[in-house]
């Protein structure tokens, strides 16, 4: 008994509260992706299925620690690697409905279901990104980079053609691969304009929150400090010692970045529902 209606009621209702909170304050609560990691490893040990702990646990760890240095190095939010390792020791598996609900259940449960819910939540942000940035810039001139975006162009135009005459697959996934390259496109043509405009802001001590990304290429003068790029605890003292010995000092950073638990959400809304997103576009 693996209490899969426990597990199903535990990670939707803890990650449709971390959405609610990512999306409000662009903050989740460390206790509540605590409370869904501690939750899914009691109930894993409740299998007495070893195999099933080891799975569980096991992946869950090396979410952590590969999530751990992305945050570290300002790629991810730490509540997003503990939402998503919380998903997976609550749902190490698909729901078992999926066994029997899918003709190509093959292509369904190939790939672990974290892997599906990150690789759909990860597509989906980023048509969600180029809708949000591209409402930003509106109003403003828009200031395009055509050297930054001919090369995503050029992939995206191979990858399209070799999908034409090389496979076979039709019109139906030729149109998903272009709602995913007209995005790319966008973000890619206009990036420097929406990190310099949209992303990057020049606050003082007092708008510095906690796990705040500094853009520390555009900080001149501070090397010495010793400043990494997440505003931990320890980097906020600094951020303290710099604003004593520098009166007024101002620091740049990445202020209006994408908020990813939405978007988490409703991959694992499609991924329960669909079971592989992908194998639905490349197999139905």
């Known amino acids: 008994m693996n209490y899969e209606i426990l597990r199903l009621a535990i990670v939707l209702i803890g990650t449709g509260i971390?959405?609610?909170?990512?999306?409000?304050?662009s903050y989740i609560d460390d206790k509540l992706?605590?409370?869904?990691?501690?939750?899914?490893?009691?109930?894993?040990?409740?299998?007495?299925?070893?195999?099933?702990i080891f799975y569980s646990v096991g992946v869950g760890a090396?979410?952590?620690?590969?999530?751990?240095?992305f945050y570290r190095t300002g790629q991810i939010g730490g509540g997003d690697v503990l939402l998503v390792a919380g998903i997976q020791v609550l749902l190490p598996f698909y729901p078992s409905i999926q066994q029997f609900q899918f003709p190509f259940s093959l292509a369904v449960t190939s790939v672990p279901f974290i892997i599906t819910v990150f690789a759909t939540s990860a597509l989906i942000s980023l048509v969600g990104t180029a809708l949000v940035y591209g409402w930003a810039l509106k109003g403003?001139?828009?200031?395009?980079?055509?050297k930054d975006s001919l090369l995503t162009l050029v992939l995206?135009?191979?990858?399209?053609?070799?999908?034409?005459?090389?496979?076979?697959?039709?019109?139906?996934?030729?149109i998903f691969v272009l709602l995913l390259a007209i995005p790319s496109v966008f973000l890619s043509l206009f990036k420097t304009q929406i990190m310099n405009e949209i992303i990057i802001q020049k606050v003082g001590l007092k708008e510095v929150e906690d796990e705040d990304v500094l853009a520390l290429d555009k900080m001149t003068g501070l090397k010495k400090y010793g400043?990494?790029?997440?505003?931990?605890?320890?980097?906020?003292?600094?951020?303290?010692?710099?604003?004593?010995?520098?009166?007024?000092?101002?620091?740049?950073?990445?202020?209006?970045?994408?908020?990813m638990a939405p978007y988490i959400l409703i991959g694992l809304i499609l991924s329960l529902i669909l079971g592989n997103p992908f194998a639905w576009i490349l197999f139905k």
């Open 18 to 25: 971390a959405a609610f909170q990512d999306f409000k304050t």
């Open 62 to 69: 090396l979410i952590f620690i590969i999530g751990y240095y």
């Open 140 to 146: 403003k001139k828009l200031k395009p980079d055509f």
């Open 227 to 259: 400043l990494k790029r997440v505003a931990t605890k320890d980097q906020m003292e600094v951020l303290k010692k710099i604003s004593r010995d520098k009166k007024g000092q101002k620091f740049y950073v990445y202020k209006n970045l994408p908020r």
């Open 156 to 174: 995206m135009v191979v990858i399209i053609f070799s999908i034409y005459f090389f496979s076979a697959f039709g019109l139906y996934q030729i």
């Open 33 to 52: 992706t605590l409370i869904m990691i501690i939750a899914g490893v009691a109930l894993d040990f409740l299998t007495f299925d070893s195999g099933f």
